[in-house]
């Protein structure tokens, strides 16, 4: 009796770990045109603005109900168990075939906006720019919420341009799933060794045919390989300052000497003496040039002196 009861609690607890290891949504993408959600009660299926949704288990018809606060704000039937590019508010709960009775449907959805976030690094560096030499780098895409069997492409832009298969370092960017897009944000993340210098252009796009119908795409970012874009100059408010003014330096002018002038003489003023009359200045006379005697003529003093002795002569002879 007791190997029997062990036996008994032995597959209750094995049915108990199993059951915790069994997915709660068993609806998803499998990588198709649909987002397939599937009729069961608890937890909640993913729905992304966008998709495309095929009902599978359900009563017909399907209609998916929008509750607010308790009560029913939009219903959203379905077309033969599909609905085609879903463009619901994100806001609210969402039930299949609701029961205004019990408060509660066949199925709950989670209604979002896709996501696809996109930044280059290098380590945990966000990047615009890379060294020649640079071995791999990180397309992070860490947030994304498309499901991992969607399909994408990589869009990577170079100078020689769409690089869709990297043969030298074995990679591939187009037609891959989301979960092996994730893979080249990881440690090991995207090789570059061997490409070629210029900027690169990194987008991620969705294959809606094979993205449950979704058409979405990430940023464009760039990366420069070869050299590093300078960082843009902060520009900053100017405080006014006084202004300093500058000579310029210049050789020392040459100064030509001036003539001076010749002072004119100062006149000489000589004062007569008067009893009565005050003394008035009298300007000194110019200097009459005496003119210089002519030499006199040989024997000129010899013949006077002749001539005085005969007059005298003459004068005594009278006298006598």
């Not at 509750?67 to 508010?89: K, M």
């Not at 994408?152 to 370092?169: E, F, R, Y």
């Not at 799933?177 to 252009?201: D, F, P």
């Amino acid at each position: 009796m007791w190997k029997r009861y062990g036996l008994f609690c032995t597959a209750i607890m094995l049915a108990t770990v199993f059951a915790a290891f069994m997915p709660v949504v068993s609806a998803g993408s499998s990588g198709g045109n649909f987002n397939t959600i599937a009729a069961q009660e608890g937890g909640l299926q993913k729905v992304l603005i966008g998709q495309n949704l095929e009902f599978d288990g359900f009563r017909t018809p399907v209609i998916v109900y929008r509750v607010v606060s308790g009560d029913v704000a939009n219903t959203y039937p379905a077309d033969n168990n599909r609905i085609y590019n879903v463009n619901w508010p994100t806001a609210g709960a969402f039930f299949v075939n609701y029961n205004t009775t019990t408060k509660n449907g066949e199925a709950q959805l989670s209604v979002e906006a896709p996501i696809i976030p996109l930044t280059i690094k290098v380590g945990s560096a966000t990047v615009e720019g890379v060294m020649v030499g640079t071995t791999a780098i990180r397309v992070d895409t860490a947030g994304i919420n498309l499901f991992d069997e969607d399909v994408v492409d990589l869009v990577i832009n170079g100078p020689t341009g769409q690089i869709s298969h990297d043969a030298k370092n074995d990679q591939q960017f187009t037609d891959i799933t989301v979960s092996e897009l994730k893979e080249y944000g990881t440690t090991a993340g995207l090789k570059i060794g061997g490409w070629k210098v210029g900027e690169y252009t990194f987008q991620v796009k969705t294959e809606s045919g094979e993205a449950c119908g979704l058409e979405d795409e990430s940023v464009v970012e760039k990366l420069n390989i070869g050299e590093i874009p300078a960082e843009p100059t902060p520009t900053l408010v100017a405080t006014p300052t006084a202004k300093v003014e500058v000579t310029p330096l210049k050789s020392p002018p040459v100064v030509t000497p001036s003539p001076v002038p010749t002072s004119a003489p100062t006149p000489v003023t000589t004062v007569m003496p008067s009893p009565s009359v005050a003394p008035v200045p009298v300007s000194t006379p110019v200097p009459t040039t005496v003119p210089t005697p002519t030499p006199a003529t040989p024997c000129f003093e010899f013949m006077c002196a002749v001539v005085g002795l005969a007059v005298a002569v003459c004068l005594i002879w009278r006298r006598g």
